[in-house]
């Protein structure tokens, strides 16, 4: 696999990890047309590994998943991934189960 460096010095986008080890390296497109890498957010919660990814290509741009839907940005979850949308519906779900449980249990809110 080629491994590519652009000249330009493309910044991270806003709230990702800067950390080194959490950069991938930049890769041609399949058309060869662009460069990309991922980018990675913190981990929301260590435990679980709740993390952003998303597509950045060599103009400094985020991929939004329009003209390539695996390019889509993802919520990764303890190691599956989802569409924002859905990781929203399963948060919501999981209130309601939590909810759920308060009550069984008699824990008042």
Known sequence: MTTITPTADIPLPPGADS???????????EDGRRNYRLIWSPSYEPCLDIRVVVVQFDDGSIA???????????????????LPEDARAIAQSII??????????????
């Open 64 to 82: 939004d998943g329009d003209d390539n839907p695996d390019d889509a940005p993802l919520v990764y979850v303890g190691g599956s991934d989802f």
């Open 19 to 29: 950390n080194p080890d959490c950069l991938d390296d930049w890769q041609p497109t």
């Open 96 to 109: 309601r189960a939590a909810d759920l449980a308060d009550e069984w249990a008699g824990v008042k809110r």
